[in-house]
């Protein structure tokens, strides 16, 4: 069965500073997905990245940036340049099937970014 | 940009009393699934649906959680006789269209039981 570890339960950083939140998982699996959530303190899943398991590319959207190594099994997201508005509970999260299915989230970091 | 509904955003309810939590996936996906998430902790997924029936189901549903989809438009779940611990946030999702392997999450429903 898949599984998804995210190491780090709380961090805490000052502003400007930039931060790395760890996910390593588990699969049989060689097809699979992965993914970033972030959760504020309003509650809503807000939906991050999906990336699929033929792809090592990493990637970079603004500040945020994914550093994919199957290798290791690690898919460890990155904020550059921290603001307050990045405090929240970030899932990783892991899916199996081609539809969406078996998806497991990862036991969540707190981040709270500091002025 | 279509997206999951959910309602009520709050439920409060007395203990053994019956709840229904609404959901309205995004028209074209196939694929539903509920979660829950108790405070403080982790997503928990609950049930997928597919074709008018349960694809999957975790431990944690158990006969007290049925789910319906009893038109074109919502999926639903029942909690039969609610207990303090099913206290929590529920998330409906749903997936397929152009994107199958990514889940679309409602803003949630928060589950309170006295």
Redesign the interface.
Known sequence: AQKVTQAQTEISVVEKEDVTLDCVYETRDTTYYLFWYKQPPSGELVFLIRRNSFDEQNEISGRYSWNFQKSTSSFNFTITASQVVDSAVYFCALSEDNYGQNFVFGPGTRLSVLP | EPEVTQTPSHQVTQMGQEVILRCVPISNH??F?WYRQILG?????LV?F?NNEI??KSEIFDDQFSVERPDGSNFTLKIRSTKLEDSA?Y?C?S??GS???????G??T?LTVL
């Open positions: 196939l694929y699934y902790q982790k997503v928990e997924f997928s597919y694809s999957e946030m998330f999702a997936s397929g994107s199958y392997n990514e889940q679309f999450f803003p949630g928060r």
